[in-house]
């Protein structure tokens, strides 16, 4: 069952809506720009599997991807 | 010398595919309708109004426009009668293309990321309590002319370091720019002149007396080759916040409370679970996206398989994109816990709203504060709700019952 995943935000797509940070706010982190990037080296913890998808569908600028690895 | 003082008249519309106009009354009341009607007939249509003028009706056809600084300039940001001469430092960044878009947007995010909204948050739920507390004892209220208008303007007053006092002055400015100043130039440029006229003498003072607020940020602001900024530069930018972070906020609350008043079942559910309203709030943000934009078509293209030329503009309605049902399953239903939700009410691309995470904020704390206090309300039926015209749409005129007088 459960794969390890894996939270990136593409930094070039990034435009700072901070979604992905305010749904999930253990996996993201902002620069001062606020502009998101992974916190750590974006490991998804067990049981934060679903705010991961969830910041993942609600970022307007569809910069997050979840790898299964 | 031409004659600026005279407002074009725009005839009714009859042909909305081909002749759109978003000036005309019946846009104005309930523009979701026509949105579809545009949407079935092509992913961009075009309009001989406004010196020419394309509307992508797509929420793909609004991203690629929005991701494409090449063939888009931000240079003009409203749809309007006239094309004057592009003014130097009009509101940056809003009005700069790349490559000199960049420097000046980074020069404002860190004044309004997530953490820095945290903190004006009390400052908020004291305006919108001391605003509530202007009418609660009544029973009846404008909450668009007493309550939702003065959110934004006193927060943006207070990041500014202006007086809320100057609350109406601010509030005609923008009125005559977003919304007469479509159709009159001479509204606009007198208002521009005012807000100009009214920033430099507060730039003057904090040349002697240096604040804690967003003017003397900006003044003391250096450009990437370490320079201050130029005044222009400084005044464009004072005038985009204040034009900004007014009526946007000020329309996306009016429009919240438009909805409960009449939902009395989402009413019931936010007020049970008050964790909901965030979500909540995203979803009344995609519904009733209160921004469009525009932009100019500098170089020929295609977009969604539509050509377009140049020297048009485009409206580049956010707004209709959120109804896009190819985007969103049950695009016309308010759906307030809506999981995902990848709406455009704050744009796409590099012009992102600045202001975001404080309309958000106030999004939230306005709605929380007048659900705690006023619970139950309804639409009142002897009142007429009135809406603004163009590029921000939100109720001007909001009677609401609630209480004893329901």
Request: net charge negative; glycine share 4%.
């Amino acid at each position: 069952m459960a794969e390890r995943l894996k939270v990136h935000v593409d930094p070039d797509k990034c435009q700072g809506h901070a979604r992905c940070k305010a749904l999930a706010p253990e996996l993201f982190e902002l620069d001062e720009y606020g502009n998101a990037h992974a916190a750590g080296d974006g490991t998804v913890p067990p049981g934060l599997e679903d705010k991961a998808w969830l910041a993942k569908s609600n970022c307007p600028e569809i910069a997050i991807d979840v790898i299964e690895e | 010398m031409s004659d600026v003082s005279q407002p074009a008249a725009h005839p009714p519309v009859t042909d909305w595919v081909n002749d759109f106009d978003h000036t005309d009354p019946q846009w104005t009341d309930d523009p979701f309708p026509i949105w579809e009607e545009l949407r079935a007939a092509s992913p961009v249509v075009h309009t001989e109004r406004f010196l020419g003028c394309y509307m992508p009706t797509t929420y793909e056809a609004v991203r690629e426009i929005a991701n494409d600084t090449e063939h888009f300039s931000s240079r003009r940001i409203i749809v309007r009668d006239v094309r004057p001469e592009i003014a130097r430092n009009a509101a940056p960044p809003i009005t700069s293309d790349p490559p000199v878009h960049k420097p000046a947007k980074q020069l404002l995010l860190p004044p309004f990321t997530p953490d820095a909204m945290k903190k004006l948050e009390p400052r908020m739920r004291a305006i919108c309590n001391e605003l509530i507390d202007g009418f609660i004892a009544d029973g009846k209220v404008d909450a668009a002319a007493r309550y939702s208008k003065y959110i934004p303007v006193q927060a943006i007053a207070h990041m500014l370091g202006i007086p809320e006092s100057d609350s109406d002055l601010f509030i005609n400015w923008i009125h005559m720019i977003l919304e007469l100043g479509i159709k009159d130039e001479s509204k606009l440029l007198q208002a521009v002149q005012e807000m100009s006229d009214y920033f430099r003498a507060h730039i003057e003072e904090r040349r002697s007396k240096p604040t804690d607020d967003l003017i003397s940020y900006l003044m003391n602001a250096k450009d990437k080759e370490g320079q201050p900024l130029e005044e222009s530069h400084v005044l464009g930018s004072l005038r985009l916040l204040l034009i900004a972070g007014i009526d946007t906020t000020w329309s996306a609350i009016g429009s919240s409370l438009w909805h409960l008043a009449r939902t009395p079942a989402d009413r019931e559910r936010l007020i049970a679970e008050p964790s909901l309203i965030p979500t909540a709030v995203e979803e009344l943000l995609r519904a009733y996206s209160p921004v469009t934009m525009a932009r100019e078509v500098v170089k020929e293209t295609t977009i969604s398989g539509c050509p377009v030329k140049t020297g048009n503009m485009v409206l580049l309605s956010f707004p209709a994109a959120n109804r896009d049902p190819k985007m969103f399953p049950d695009a016309d239903k308010v759906v307030i816990d809506r999981r995902e939700n990848r709406h455009a009410a704050f744009g796409l691309g590099i012009h992102r709203c600045v202001g975001s995470n404080l309309a958000r904020m106030e999004m939230q704390v306005a709605l929380e504060e007048w659900l705690k206090r006023i619970p139950d309300f309804v639409l009142d039926p002897a009142g007429t709700v009135t809406w603004s015209q163009g590029t921000v749409r939100g109720p001007r005129q909001l009677p609401i019952l609630f209480g004893r007088a329901m």
